[in-house]
């Protein structure tokens, strides 16, 4: 008879104040207050604030309304908990650069380019000079 092997779980507890803010950062930056999200989603403003400072938790239907809500997408919510951003990181460059001219994408990618060369340059210092 084969032994029976059990996937390996590994249980992360989620950063709810992290999501909080996000969530916060992403609504302030639609022009919405809390009265307004608690509205969209049909929740307290109370409850929302809650959510806000990771003070309460919110289930999967909640956060989908949030999402929903923002016009945003559920990994964006949750990515400082996930460990594959690039995705996110995508979606956010993409918003950045959405509403800029050629000119300014151009200077952009020269400011990210340069800061990440720097980056690998000096990295060295970030290891011992702390």
């Known amino acids: 008879m084969m ?3 059990f ?3 590994s ?3 989620l950063n709810y104040i992290s999501i909080g803010q996000k969530i916060k950062t992403i609504r302030k930056r639609k022009g919405l ?3 307004s999200l608690s509205e969209l989603i049909d929740r307290s403003p109370t409850y929302v604030s809650y959510i806000e400072c990771g003070i309460k938790s919110m289930s999967l239907e909640v956060l989908v309304l949030i999402a929903n809500a923002l016009n945003t997408s559920a990994d964006e919510l949750l990515m400082s908990n996930l460990e594959n951003t690039i995705k996110v990181s995508n979606h956010e ?3 950045v650069f959405s509403d800029c001219s050629d000119y300014e ?3 952009l990618i ?3 380019t340069a800061a990440k060369t720097s980056l690998r340059e000096n990295r060295f210092y970030s290891r011992t000079h702390r």
């Open 33 to 35: 207050s809390q009265l």
């Open 93 to 95: 460059l993409t918003a």
């Open 3 to 5: 032994p029976i092997k």
């Open 110 to 112: 020269d400011i990210k």
């Open 11 to 13: 249980i992360m507890a």
């Open 7 to 9: 996937l390996e779980v």
């Open 105 to 107: 994408r151009r200077v």
